[in-house]
Nanobody, 124 residues
Framework: QVQLVESGGGLVQAGGSLRLSCAAS????????IAWFQQAPQKDREFVAG????????YYPDSVKGRFTISRDNSKNTVYLQMNSMKREDTANYYC?????????????????WGQGTQVTVSS
């Protein structure tokens, strides 16, 4: 069983930056593909970044490409999401997810373990 704990959320102005962290415990971290999802009020949870087990492969939807960067440190069992040039539409609860399915998958069902989320609010 893998436990995931997100941190780093908060309030940021449009155009600003924020870095989220996802700390994992209880499993062999380097065996899992990791992804970040966002969920805004009244909306479905959506994929915003994914990273392969080794960290060599990263995946982003067009909406965040060039602004968000996912990385991982397997020695620290931690994944990061660097968010730059933030927009109001980035306001959401951000979830970290881990799974043994295809890397970069945008489908929620690919991921077996989820964190509780961290809130990000972007003000104008």
């Amino acid at each position: 069983q893998v436990q995931l704990v997100e941190s780093g959320g908060g309030l940021v102005q449009a155009g600003g930056s924020l870095r989220l962290s996802c700390a994992a415990s209880g499993g062999s971290f380097s065996r899992y593909n990791i992804a970040w999802f966002q969920q805004a009020p009244q909306k479905d949870r959506e994929f915003v970044a994914g990273i392969s087990r080794s960290g060599d492969g990263t995946y982003y939807p067009d909406s965040v490409k060039g602004r968000f960067t996912i990385s991982r440190d397997n020695s620290k069992n931690t994944v990061y999401l660097q968010m730059n040039s933030m927009k109001r539409e980035d306001t959401a609860n951000y979830y970290c997810a881990a799974g043994r399915g295809p890397e970069g998958s945008v489908w929620l069902r690919t991921y077996e373990w989820w964190g509780q989320g961290t809130q990000v609010t972007v003000s104008s």
